[in-house]
């Protein structure tokens, strides 16, 4: 079958069956894929694949199911399996699938990738770091392009045709100077063509650069309260924890901090976050949400005011709150007034936080992990890179903890983030 | 039920070295929050794929569909993949790839009669009804059972051929309960090979398991935060099976070693206390099955047991075919790959430290002012071989004996460095295999050992 007959053959089929409510997608899937690997390239990989995913209410009980086939035999065998799992299951009425909306189309990017273009960006990123990084290690380095075409639907008429092909890059790499080795560290982006060279994506640059320098690294002295600028590369940990804590589960469960904070202060007056999946500034957009709404841009939090819970239709029919108008990510961080040169001179002792590995976050906000890739800071100069150093504190004391934020951002092509300053965290 | 039988298709093979791979994984999971169904799902994703080495550079491809033009498909486009790269980049011209052989079935499908769906929300159901019933405190209550088959049919151009079919079924309970109004949770997983009804019965056999859960919870509630700072601990088995996959596994699997691990530098060398031995598991130990057990890689090369560490010495390094040739070295059967479109990669299959003579209660006793660490939440390591691992259960120790628990942290450390200060290792041994690896592609794998004390960084406050 092709995608527009599956699709209506699929909610037909399971109304007759006695579903009220069906949502399916069906989308096909090109990935072309060139990597490095240890400096080599090494791999070119080319995958095809189809997704059949539909969901049903019947009776108020769920079933979901998935699978990669478009003959009518597998999508059959589906058709029982999702019947099966919905009279298996226990009735809610929160259950609900996306209201009408009239039929659209969305594309974003081109549906073929070039692959030349693709060798010759990668090859001459490999030879720039060579070159000019010469203790900086390729650990992998992988380009691709994916194309997907598709459609959503449901049983109440929203039908959504969805184009999207787009290139992403994710080098990963480690510094060697005899037996010195640095952290590993990597960074990506994702952009609709490859108009400049991959080192001029991002950070990439700065941070083969850093790599190099953090061969040679030492410890914080001591232990101290004091102050970290998280740079664009690794605010995303932060925010995103934010955000999490407003999601379906920790909202339904009662077990977000912020579940009383809609319209409140949550974070320093100064700190704007938006999601604008639809924005022109991003290179990677996203146009339905996952129940099957045209996803719009918001901001999730204003002058410090935590704006819009991320309910998707279960999560506000269980709580009777309002659904947003979109899943999250697609982060943009108003920047603020100060160069990131004078964030540091500001700081009398800390850490400027280029990568965290930390323990998932508890749900009180209480996080500690290791500070990697970071350099410490004292009487506003960079010092030294740092090692076998841990950050520990509360994400919901952090937000409102900022010291100032940069007016410089990075675009990563799927969000937009400056560099924040941040007080009060333990380091050791 | 995939087709076993693909060795027909050798001959369409190209002259250049060749993998064929047929793959099948399904999963089944369902989740109850505070007794609501909010997941119930099923899903398969099978397909072919190719993968042709010819002059140091691999061409890969994948199709969804299973029949002969699919096959005939993934080889011309693996052919014409690795055809663009040789073209381009001739460097590496006339490397060749080890060659191995070996035929080899194993087949994990329970004997058990296949239990419905709504067999699992009651046995859910009836978990979720007695933590209702037993215990007020609790805030919160998330139930998932879940499950993960992944069969496999390979054949490669030097004539090996294997077929697999590995699962995996796990119960995962987490609890929350208040304190001074913020939530404290506490997650405990149950489970391992074999499908859900090899692994799970009646109900009632996890109700004192439970129990066990909500009073360390409880004891969490009142807990206390760790001192920030080096110190001496003991790490329990949960514990010592992640810092054996994280700290030291990642560091010595040879691709990593290739793109500039420290532990390249230590082949040969003491890395840890003599006390320490690391094993990467191929799929038993004393003829008991391991929680991930591979027979053949997808490379179809007999996967072999790895002595990383031995006697506090670090031994070798774990291989594809590729890096073996590199190394001058022998394939290991570490070649793993996730899903029917992924390309296999160095991947870890079971790894422990291996027990030695201590008794846990002994070690505990032993230390006059430190932490007994007993689960772990998620971990992550570095090319330094630099770890972090979140703690999500735990005690202080005072003058040998466990005090109040610990809230959530966070232990690191050098693992070159921290092993070296290993100077007791209990006598037992427990595997987890709940989490899955991750490594460009997810990846289930078991990691096991016994408790081991050490000084580690701790975070706190």
């Keep these: 079958m092709n995608s527009q007959d599956a699709v209506e053959y699929i909610i037909e089929t399971l109304k007759k069956r006695g579903a009220e409510k069906v949502q399916c997608s069906v989308m096909d899937s090109e990935k072309k894929e060139l990597n490095i690997d240890a400096g080599e390239m090494s791999l070119f990989r080319t995958t095809f694949n189809s997704g059949v995913g539909f969901t049903i209410y019947k009776d108020n009980c769920k079933g979901s199911t998935s699978i990669n086939k478009l003959d009518k035999d597998s999508i059959d065998g589906a058709i029982e399996d999702v019947i099966e799992l919905a009279d298996s299951s226990e009735p809610d009425e929160a259950y609900d699938i996306a209201d009408y909306q009239a039929p659209k189309s969305f594309s974003t990017g081109n549906s073929v990738a070039n692959m030349d273009s693709m060798y010759d960006r990668l090859s001459e990123f490999s030879d720039h770091t060579k070159s000019t990084y010469p203790k900086v290690i390729l650990e992998q380095a992988i380009i691709d392009f994916t194309y997907r075409k598709g459609i959503f639907a449901n049983s109440n008429g929203v039908q959504f045709g969805l184009e999207k092909g787009m290139y992403n890059f994710s080098p990963m790499f480690t510094s060697k100077d005899g037996v010195k080795t640095s952290s590993f560290n990597y960074t990506g982006f994702s952009a609709k063509d490859l108009h400049k060279p991959l080192k001029d994506y991002g950070s990439i640059d700065r941070l083969l650069k850093e790599s190099e320098e953090q061969v040679v690294s030492h410890q914080v002295p001591g232990k101290f309260n004091g102050q970290i600028i998280v740079t664009p590369d690794c605010l995303d940990d932060f925010v995103s924890t934010v955000m999490d804590f407003v999601t379906d589960i920790p909202l339904i469960s009662g077990r977000s901090v912020y579940k009383d904070k809609l319209n409140e202060s949550i974070a320093d007056s100064r700190f704007t976050m938006h999601s604008k999946p639809r924005s022109d500034e991003l290179q990677s957009n996203y146009f339905i949400t996952g129940d099957g709404y045209e996803s719009q841009d918001c901001t999730l939090i204003e002058n410090g005011i935590l704006k819009t819970f991320l309910l998707g239709i279960y999560g506000a029919n269980k709580t009777g709150l309002s659904r947003s108008v979109n899943d999250g990510g697609a982060h943009i961080v108003d920047s603020g007034n100060v160069a990131f040169n004078d964030l540091v001179k500001s700081m009398k002792k800390g850490v400027i936080l280029s990568r965290f590995s930390g323990g998932n976050p508890s749900d009180n906000g209480d996080f500690s992990g290791v500070a990697k890739n970071s350099y410490y800071v004292e009487n506003g100069e960079v010092k030294f890179p740092i090692s076998e150093t841990m950050i520990s504190g509360n994400i919901c004391s952090m937000m409102n903890n900022i010291v100032d934020i940069s007016k410089e951002r990075i675009n990563f092509g799927d969000c937009i983030y400056p560099w924040i300053q941040f007080d009060g965290l333990t380091i050791s | 039920m995939l087709n076993r039988a693909i060795s027909s298709y050798s001959a369409m093979f190209p002259k250049e070295y060749t993998e064929l791979r047929v793959q099948e994984n399904r999963s089944n999971g369902v989740a109850l929050l505070n007794g609501d169904v909010v997941s119930n799902g099923r899903s398969a994703a099978s397909g072919v794929s190719a993968r042709i080495f010819k002059d140091g550079q691999w061409g890969f491809a994948s199709n969804p569909n299973i029949s002969d033009d699919a096959v005939e498909s993934v080889i011309r486009s693996s052919t014409d993949n690795v055809r663009f790269l040789n073209k381009r980049d001739t460097s590496r011209c006339g490397i060749m790839l080890p060659e191995t052989f070996i035929n080899f079935e194993k087949d994990f499908t329970s004997t058990k009669q296949k239990n419905s769906q709504k067999h699992w929300i009651d046995f859910l159901k009836s978990l979720d009804d007695y933590i209702v019933s037993k215990f007020p405190k609790i805030t919160s209550r998330t139930v998932v059972i879940r499950s993960l088959d992944m069969e496999k049919s390979l054949l490669t151009a030097t004539g090996s051929t294997s077929y697999s079919m590995t699962p995996r079924a796990h119960l995962m309970i987490n609890l929350s309960a ?213 703690v999500n259960q735990g005690y202080e120790i005072k003058n040998g004996k466990l005090g109040k628990a610990l809230m959530d942290t966070t232990i690191s450390g050098v693992a070159f460095d921290m092993l070296k200060t290993v100077d007791m290792v209990s006598d037992d041994m427990t595997w987890v295999s709940s989490g899955m690896c991750g490594k460009k592609q997810p990846m289930p794998v078991g990691m096991g050992g016994p408790a081991i004390r050490c000084k580690v960084n701790i975070g706190g406050r």
Aim: with cysteine.
């Design chain 2, 178 to 390: 208040d304190k001074d109004g913020q939530p404290v949770e506490l997650m405990e997983a149950h489970g391992g090979l074999g499908q859900l009804e090899d692994n799970f019965d009646n109900p009632q056999f996890y109700f004192p398991m439970i129990d066990e859960q909500v009073e360390h919870l409880l004891n969490k509630v009142d807990g206390v935060y760790a001192e920030a700072g080096e110190k001496e601990v003991i790490l329990d088995a949960e514990l010592a099976g992640i810092l054996a996959h994280e700290a030291i596994g990642h560091t010595t699997e040879a691709d990593l070693v290739m793109g500039g691990s420290v532990a390249g530098d230590y082949m040969g060398q003491k890395v840890a206390s003599s006390l320490v031995s690391l094993i990467d598991f191929a799929n038993n130990v004393n003829d008991i099955t391991c929680p991930v057990p591979v027979y053949v890689d997808d490379e179809g090369t007999k996967s072999e047991d790895v002595t990383i560490i031995e006697n506090g010495v670090l031994k070798n390094f774990m291989h594809n075919k590729d890096s073996a040739r590199h190394f001058e070295s022998t394939p290991t059967g570490n070649a793993r790959a996730f899903a029917f479109s992924d390309e296999p990669l160095i991947r870890m299959r079971n790894t422990a430290i291996m027990p030695g003579n201590d008794k846990l209660e002994e070690m505990i006793a032993s230390v006059e002012d430190g932490y007994y660490l007993m689960k772990p939440g998620n971990g992550q390591a570095d090319s330094t071989s630099e770890f972090m691992f979140a």
